[in-house]
Every structure is written in C-alpha cells, then in structure tokens.
C-alpha cells in the first residue's frame, strides 16, 4: 500500500504560479512512476503528466506542456508540480497517483495508487 497526499492548492489569478506537493508514505516511494491527474469541474479526470521512477524523464499532456514541470524527490518521498503561467481553464481538482512501472502512464486505470486530491482554482 502507498497513501498519497496532495497540498499546495489553492486560488490564484491567472499567470500566476503554484506549485503542487503529493507526498508518500507506505512502500518504497521509488518503487512507483508518479503521474498528475486533473478533474476540472463537471468533466472527466485526465491526465496533466507523469514521471519516471528516478525522476530522470517526464512526459505532460499537450495542453501544459511548456507551463508545467514535474519532478520528485525520492529521499523525501515526494512529488512535485509546478504550475506556471496558469489559466482559468486549469481549475481543477489535481490528483498524484502511483503507478509500479518505470514510466507510469497516461491511462488513470494503470495507477495503483491515489491521493485525494487538491483544489486548484485560477481567477480570471
């Protein structure tokens, strides 16, 4: 088992930044590729990005490539998104998920693993 925590949501005006947190706790954190799921409001969940179990490759949807950048920490047992340039259609509500493979994956039904979730709500 691995439990996932989201922080770091919140409002902010459009252009602005955050940066996400989803730490872990459970098995060995660097067992899992981590990938970054969004819903945005009255839509279907999908995929913001993910990256590999060394931190050394990621990959993002088309729609944040640019403005988005994901990375871990694995003596922390942490992964992050950083959010850049963001816009009201980014509102959503983020979710980490864990993935046992190397690369993780742009399919939600892949990961094993998830967090709650955190609000994310960009003004215009």
């Known amino acids: 088992q691995v439990q996932l925590v989201e922080s770091g949501g919140g409002l902010v005006q459009a252009g602005g930044s955050l940066r996400l947190s989803c730490g872990a706790s459970g098995r060995t954190f660097s067992y899992y590729a981590m990938g970054w799921f969004r819903q945005p409001p009255g839509k279907e969940r999908e995929f913001v990005g993910a990256?590999?179990?060394?931190?050394?490759?990621?990959y993002y949807a088309e729609f944040v490539k640019g403005r988005f950048t994901i990375s871990r920490d694995n003596a922390k047992n942490t992964v992050y998104l950083q959010m850049n340039s963001l816009k009201p259609d980014d509102t959503a509500v983020y979710y980490c998920?864990?993935?046992?493979?190397?690369?993780?994956?742009?399919?939600?039904?892949?990961?094993?693993?998830w967090g709650q979730g955190t609000q994310v709500t960009v003004s215009s």
């Open positions: 990256i590999n179990r060394s931190g050394g490759s990621a």
């Open positions: 998920a864990a993935d046992l493979s190397d690369r993780g994956s742009i399919s939600s039904g892949r990961y094993d693993f």
